[in-house]
């Protein structure tokens, strides 16, 4: 590490002040953690190289943020995608129930809020214990209905039907790769999920950056603020199965109790540790906050993620140590179009970036040029011995 903190080689922003490590978690009350990826430089340099640091982030002159038990925590501007200061912005973690953000930004365009669906067994096929909204096998509910008890319970059963839903002809599965696809396209490239509920899985991660950029992305859609900001709702019942409709209250409690709330997610694994996101608005200023790998020593996640809230609204407009960057900006090919990104399960770890910061490598691009020229000359030497056929031909 040098001298300020920041990782060797790396470049501090103009205004920047980074100090580490994180606030330390006891180490007594941490389980074993899953190994991370192997650290992708690019990766972490994404939206600033201050950003490319395991401690502690924060614009020149402005307060020393409020010490958390999490091990990482990103705060930024929603509108503007400022992001305001962070401790191990791009340091892998866990999700938990907080990946139900990213089956949120992936699904709600896609999904007709209006359509009734019949929830199977497989989507109630959920860890015994686990949240879950309480939907009947054979229920025949409203997609929207779904979102509600997604965001508002955190329904484990909920996410499987979302992402069965919009998988299309592969169901689960696609809507895994519909999940991934979209986290890279956001920018979101240290994301990988596994399961759409957030619950534990192999090769299952995510970084504090990455749930910025995923929030920022829900927050952009009026039905998502207005889902995520509902405080209680009826499930209706169900004759054909002897199941009568009950209420279901929001879990988040900064709706509750912080003035300006606009609503967020909370999340817990035994692996993850506590999760959360949360967003809030004060004149006219939206901050979001996202943190992963907190303990619940003297205040819970949500409680912590109000803190840090407040000392977000205290940085002054315009500072800042970073950047949110924009949804297609890192999937930009050279002539500005769309590129498909590489899985990221495909290398074990995120994509990388080449230095002008697009996601596509030299020795890709020469090995596809190669098989394209290949094939084009395979293509003329086989159009040469083809005997002429005189007339129009079927195949």
Request: hydrophobic residues 40%.
């Amino acid at each position: 590490m040098s001298p300020a903190g920041a990782p060797t080689g790396a470049l501090a922003a103009p205004g920047a002040v980074t100090t580490g490590p994180c606030a330390p978690v006891p180490s007594a009350s941490r389980p074993p953690r899953p190994v991370p990826p192997p650290a992708d430089p690019a990766a972490r340099a994404v939206g600033g190289p201050a950003l490319a640091t395991d401690g502690l982030v924060r614009p020149a002159g402005t307060s020393v943020p409020p010490a958390v038990p999490a091990t990482s925590w990103v705060v930024a501007d929603l509108d503007s995608g400022d992001v305001l200061g962070g401790c191990g912005p791009h340091e892998y973690g866990t999700p938990a129930s907080v990946q139900k953000l990213l089956l949120a930004a992936t699904m709600l365009p896609k999904l007709d809020p209006r359509q009734v669906v019949t929830l199977t067994h497989g989507d109630l096929d959920i860890e015994p214990g686990s949240s879950a909204v309480g939907f009947a096998e054979g229920g025949r509910y409203r997609i929207e209905t779904l979102w509600l008890g997604l965001l508002l319970k955190s329904g484990n059963e909920a996410a499987n039907a979302l992402a069965r839903l919009g998988g299309g002809p592969d169901g689960l599965a696609g809507g895994l790769r519909a999940m991934n696809a979209h986290a890279q396209q956001l920018g979101a490239l240290q994301t990988h999920a596994v399961t759409p509920s957030g619950l534990d899985g192999p090769g299952q991660f995510t970084s504090a950056y990455d749930l910025a950029l995923i929030a920022r992305a829900c927050f952009a859609d009026a039905t998502f603020r207005r889902y995520d900001a509902t405080r209680e709702t009826t499930i209706p019942g169900q004759p054909a199965l002897d199941e009568k409709s009950f209420e279901i209250q929001n879990d988040n409690q900064l709706l509750y109790r912080y003035p300006g709330a606009l609503g967020g997610k909370t999340g817990f694994t035994d692996l993850a540790r506590h999760t959360y996101v949360g967003a809030a608005e004060h004149d006219g200023r939206r901050l979001v906050v996202a943190l992963l790998g907190a303990e619940v020593l003297d205040k819970r996640g949500w409680e912590q993620g109000a803190d840090l809230l407040d000392w977000g609204f205290g940085v002054p407009r315009g500072a800042a140590v970073g950047r949110l960057v924009n949804p297609g900006e890192l999937t930009a090919t050279p002539s500005g179009s769309a590129a498909t990104p590489p899985p990221l399960a495909a290398a074990g770890g995120p994509a990388r970036l080449d230095p002008a910061g697009h996601r596509w490598s030299r020795p890709l691009v020469a090995v596809v040029l190669s098989a394209v020229v290949a094939g084009a000359a395979g293509l003329l030497l086989a159009l040469r011995r083809r005997p002429r056929h005189v007339g129009p031909r079927q195949r």
